[in-house]
């Protein structure tokens, strides 16, 4: 009975092993050759993961360079998915919620570009962008706090302030989305941004 369970427990070890964890998110930047905007590209898969270092190190000339995926605008908190053609890098208000694979050539349909998709003129949910691969490893932390209000990473009072100063600002929107104090970019400045803002002054003191 013994044996039987060390067997069952080492089946699982070695299932768990392959499978990819959160803290096994690779991010990569998805841009064309003239860096005029962006996305961030998260992969849990290690063979992902292999072929977009393969299209970096082979500067997109390389086999299935396209990324398709599907895309969602519901955002909630700070969003890791900005343009890192842009500095400081703001924030779009989407994300890729699901990488589908990669391609030579797919739909016309599902081509366009991340600012398209900002402002409304590509409607789609699965994006394809023909002339966009990945073109840089970010790593496996971003911090995206230290791309709004006083641009430092860590929260405090100038950044309370900087807040208070947009407060109940409407119509915010890309790229200022109200000099950065619509956290969520919602389009408002309202209590979930000082509630974003107050969780990240508590974890940073």
Sequence with gaps: MRRYSLLVLFILSQVMGQLPSRGDTVYFLVRPIICSDSYVL?????????????????HG?????IVVARISRDVNGININRNY??????????????????????????????????????????IGFWTYT????????????????EDDCVADFSDLAILASHWLE???VFPGWCGSADLNVS?????IDFALLANKYLADN
């Design 134 to 149: 990945v073109r840089a490893e970010l790593g496996t932390e971003l911090n995206p706090w230290c791309e709004v209000l």
């Design 61 to 65: 000339v390389f086999s299935q360079p």
């Design 187 to 191: 389009g408002t400045v309202d209590f």
């Design 170 to 172: 409407e119509n915010c």
């Design 42 to 58: 998260p992969l849990h898969n290690p063979d992902d993961i292999t072929h977009a270092r393969d299209l970096v190190k082979h």
């Design 85 to 126: 053609c842009a500095h400081p890098a703001p924030s779009w208000s989407w994300y890729v919620k699901e990488f589908l694979g990669f391609a030579d050539v797919t739909a016309e349909v599902f081509d366009g570009t991340p600012t398209q998709v900002e402002n409304g003129t590509f409607v789609g949910d699965t």
